[in-house]
Each structure stands twice: as C-alpha cells, then as structure tokens.
Nanobody
Framework: VQLQASGGGLVQPGASLRLSCAAS????????MSWFRQAPGKEREFVAA????????SYADSVKGRFTISRDNAKNTVYLQMNSLKPEDTAIYYC??????????????????????WGQGTLVTVSS
C-alpha cells in the first residue's frame, strides 16, 4: 500500500495541527496504522497507532492527552490531531501501515522493519 502524508507546517507552541495520511488501496481498511516521528539527530520513535477498524488506539507517553489518532476507512485516510504542541514535538512525522489486523498495542512495540509501508514524511516545526 502506498501512503502519502500531509498537513505539516510551522506553528507556535500551544497551537494545533492535523496530519493526514492517504492510502492508495482499498485494502487499507484491513491495515493497522501508525504515526512515527523523527527529530533531527534522533531515532525514529513511535507516536500513535490505531487498529483496522478504529476500535483501539495506543499512544506514546509523551503525546497522551494531546494527540489523537483516527481513521476514515471510506476515505482510505488516517489522521493525527495534535493539540497543545510543544517545541519538542518538532520532527518529521511518518505514517506507516502494519500487517493486516495488527493491534494498536502491538504496533507500539513492533520493530520498524515490521511495517509493510511508510509514507514520505511531513515536517512539523513548533517554534515561537
């Protein structure tokens, strides 16, 4: 499945931003989906995951209560709503498709090379 991430930009601390990740295949609705991020000089890290039907989600501790992952299978799209953004949220954000019916909790600990597909990334910069 091909993934196209969008929605990044430059925002001030405390602002909100919504990222989107559009998938190319109708089978999108069977994939578990995740968001990762990579800050300059740091390793790629897990941000959030959602299972195939949106029934379960999981989040990194650093974004719990501020970020919300959701999906619209009719539009083959997964979203990441980011509120109360902080400078430390600055990173390139990537969406990733896991194997069909992967659980949200499993995606939080899966090795990066276990994911079937990756989007190209979208840059989020939080700065005053």
């Amino acid at each position: 499945v091909q993934l196209q991430a969008s929605g990044g930009g430059l925002v001030q601390p405390g602002a909100s931003l919504r990222l989107s990740c559009a998938a190319s295949e109708r089978t999108f609705n069977t994939y578990g989906m995740s968001w990762f991020r990579q800050a300059p000089g740091k390793e790629r890290e897990f941000v959030a995951a959602i299972n195939w039907n949106g029934g379960t989600t999981s989040y990194a501790d650093s974004v719990k209560g501020r970020f919300t992952i959701s999906r619209d299978n009719a539009k083959n799209t997964v979203y990441l709503q980011m509120n109360s953004l902080k400078p430390e949220d600055t990173a390139i954000y990537y969406c990733a498709a896991a194997k069909p019916f992967a659980t949200a909790q499993a995606m939080g600990v899966m090795p990066l090379n276990s994911f079937a597909s990756w989007g190209q990334g979208t840059l989020v910069t939080v700065s005053s």
